[in-house]
């Protein structure tokens, strides 16, 4: 019983910690008095769980995976009409780690990745069950990102530099993945570095935004580097606190770490970055209750803040992805498949 106590102590007391430090204010203003958003065309479709993710979008209709039934895809239009589940027809042959698998589809094109055997599955929407196998002997991957038909992204982890690498690999033939753009660390700390990728298909620039510092990284699609810029936050070094492993040699994380940003994401040269903090300007009700989304605009030479809107909660759901095109904002809150528009185009 007192063990019990004692716990429920603890956990009450990390919860409170948590709480207090999600409410905390930093030293930065956002626009939104100029914000595009509005909410009253949403739009929102019930799905079957909450393990589904964002595959794909097209000008007719939106494309998503199942973690749960790695092999299907759900398919569905803008006004959430003639919502259906296609089984890919992977044949029972291939070789693959399902648990790990995430498809993409740049239609006409679908691509099962995983980047544990690694393995690359590369076919047509219209015609499932014939697909191109392409394997990587050991090199595995994550955070892969398909650019064309014959192209790729990826992240991989040099053991040598104890370093993330970003790198781009091709199909037909499938080529080695040359190591292109080392991301740099803070203080020797590989965490420091760790970040996401996201691709913007109209202006073809390529961002990498690190999750625990403001830096941003904007590439050509062979991931030349045409110039750094910083969210508007002022978090400029990570925040991080580090524990060895001395049977292993190893450093790991001892503390959850500040995440400054979440999810990004860019169309037609803007870049929307999903921020973990509260401006000081902000209402944290406000920001407590809906997901905060800044909006960059990617030009040639520099990025420059625009504004900031707010993805608002449906039913409370925590929002755990969101995508923008043409004028909607897809997002996936809870088992919930949610779309908003802007009044123009962004």
Known sequence: MYCLLAALVVIGGLFWVSRKDNSKTYDFSRTFTESPLVIKNRKVLKLRNEFHYIAGLTEKNIFLGDKAYSGKLFT??????????????????TRIAWKAVKIFVNYPDVFLIEGITPTILRGSYSNPGQYNTYTQDNQPFHHPLPLSKNSFLARVYDTNTNSFILTKGLLDPISSLDSKYVLEQQNKNIFSSDGMLTYDPVTQKVVYTHFYHNELICFDTDLNPIYKGNTIDPISKAQLKMDTIQSENKM???????????????????????????????????????????????????????????????????????????????????????????NVKP
């Open 252 to 342: 790991t994380l001892s503390a959850p770490p500040l995440y400054v940003n979440k999810q990004n994401n860019a169309y037609n040269g803007k870049l929307y970055v999903r921020s973990a903090l509260v401006a000081s300007n902000e209402n944290k009700q406000a920001f407590k209750h809906n997901t905060v989304i800044d909006v960059y605009t990617l030009n040639n030479t520099e990025i420059a803040y625009q504004n900031s809107f707010y993805i608002l909660s449906y039913k409370n759901e925590k929002l755990r992805e969101f995508k923008v095109f043409n004028n909607h904002i897809i997002s996936l809150q809870g088992n919930y498949l949610v779309i908003d528009q802007f």
């Open 76 to 93: 569905t239009d803008y006004n959430l009409n003639n919502g259906q589940y296609k089984d890919l027809n992977v044949p029972d042959s």
